[in-house]
């Protein structure tokens, strides 16, 4: 049993950055890819990142933007967003599972999900 808990999110104007936080508790990410997803009214939850040792996934729409890395010395996972644009205005989840490569940016593969963090970036 893990539990997420995003922060970090905020209003800010169009190239700006955040930093997104998710922290575990209960147990340990141990051999899971944890991801963040974001959802914007009226639109289906899409992948953004994901991260599972040493290996890094993007969507394409936020590579060179967003970088996602974790505290070894704590639970944590972040995400860096930079170059913030309007349409990533949404709110951002942090999620964990065992998806295999193919699966990494699909919403069924993880098995916890954080509350969500809003994320409004205005122009």
């Known amino acids: 049993q893990v539990q997420l808990v995003e922060s970090g999110g905020g209003l800010v104007q169009a190239g700006d950055s955040l930093r997104l936080s998710c922290e575990a508790s209960?147990?340990?990410?141990?051999?899971?890819?944890v991801a963040w997803f974001r959802q914007s009214p009226g639109k289906e939850r899409e992948f953004v990142a994901g991260?599972?040792?040493?290996?890094?996934y993007y969507a394409d729409s936020v590579k060179g933007r967003f970088s996602i890395f974790r505290d070894r010395t704590i639970s944590a996972i972040y995400l860096q967003m930079n170059s913030l644009r309007p349409e990533d205005t949404a709110v951002y989840y942090c999620?964990?599972?065992?998806?295999?490569?193919?699966?990494?940016?699909?919403?069924?593969?993880?098995?916890?999900w954080g509350q969500g963090t809003q994320v409004t970036v205005s122009s």
């Open positions: 999620a964990a599972g065992r998806p295999n490569t193919s699966t990494v940016a699909t919403t069924g593969a993880y098995y916890y």
């Open positions: 209960g147990n340990t990410f141990g051999s899971y890819i």
């Open positions: 991260i599972k040792g040493g290996s890094t």
